[in-house]
């Protein structure tokens, strides 16, 4: 077992069970007789101002092509996120990465793929906010 333990708490959720589990399990799986804990905010996986413009752009994708915002989304996913195939009950199925468990770095370059996509390939003019090369370039 790793010495260090991980997870990420949701503000609107209940936490002293998920500590208390934590901390348990460290000293049952572990000769610690001590444990530090940390908390931060979560850094890691897609920031809100990423989520919006991601949001915003497949949006206007949308009201340019008349798909609809799942068909937009799958389409992306397909092309610019790792996909594998996993075999559930004797059939073969394609496994997509989803948005919400990209870092802030790779949903930078995967939103920076779509908007590109969108403008070269589709040709449309995608109104962006005035930050957004800095949501891209994380």
């Not at 073969?92 to 793929?113: A, C, I």
Request: hydrophobic residues 35%; proline residues 2%; glycine residues 4%.
């Amino acid at each position: 077992m790793s010495e260090t333990l991980s997870r990420i708490l949701k503000r609107d959720q209940p936490k002293a069970h998920i500590v208390e589990g934590m901390v348990k399990t460290l000293f049952t799986k572990t000769n610690a007789k001590e444990a530090v804990i940390s908390i931060k905010p979560n850094t890691m996986t897609r920031s809100g101002q990423q989520n919006r413009l991601y949001h915003s752009i497949i949006d206007q994708i949308r009201a340019e092509t008349k798909n609809t915002k799942d068909a937009i989304k799958l389409h992306c996913q397909t092309e610019f996120l790792e996909t594998r195939v996993e075999e559930v009950a004797n059939k073969q199925h394609v496994v997509l990465k989803s948005t919400t468990s990209l870092s802030t770095k790779e949903m930078g370059v995967y939103l920076d793929e779509v908007i590109t996509w969108a403008e070269n390939d589709l040709g449309i003019r995608l109104n962006l906010p005035d930050e957004w090369r800095g949501l891209v370039v994380e």
